[in-house]
């Protein structure tokens, strides 16, 4: 593949094969990263027994990027699998910001605003808090 900021990578063809490597290794590294979780997990987790008749969810550690981050350095499988699911979240948004970059190199004002709109619209929705 061409030079990144090259004249010549921008033609249409080329930024449609980088977005599409960049989803595919997105997906892939957020599958390698929960499945090394889940090897951690079941590896210190897999001789209990679980209790079907109350529900208990996930820790406060993994509900948040700060816990997440610091069970990941303590090894914790659940915390890696919890980065996994973050890593796969953040595979499209990358996708949209980099298009930003795509449209905007091509000097395509309509689609700079509207794929800005929707960047907006999603990290909105992920740091407003509203919805639960």
Same mark, same amino acid.
Do not use: A, D, G, R
């Given at each position: 593949m061409k030079k990144l900021f090259?004249?010549? *990578?921008? &033609?249409e063809r080329d930024v449609e094969m980088f977005i599409g490597q960049q989803l595919r290794w997105g997906v892939i590294s957020a599958s390698v990263i929960a499945f090394i979780g889940g090897?951690?997990?079941l590896y210190s987790n897999g001789k209990g027994v679980p209790s079907y008749t109350e529900f208990t969810g996930a820790p406060?550690?993994?509900r948040h990027l700060p816990g997440i981050l610091h069970g990941? *350095? &303590?090894l914790d499988g659940m915390a890696i699998i919890q980065l996994g699911v973050v890593v796969l979240l953040a595979t499209p948004i990358t996708r949209i910001a980099f298009s930003v970059l795509a449209f905007a190199m091509e000097k395509d004002v309509l689609y700079v605003i509207i794929t800005l709109i929707v960047l907006?619209?999603?990290t *909105?929705?992920?740091f407003s808090g509203f919805g639960g």
């Open positions: 090259s004249k010549t *990578f921008w &033609q090897i951690i997990y406060l550690y993994v990941v *350095f &303590q907006s619209v999603i *909105f929705s992920i």
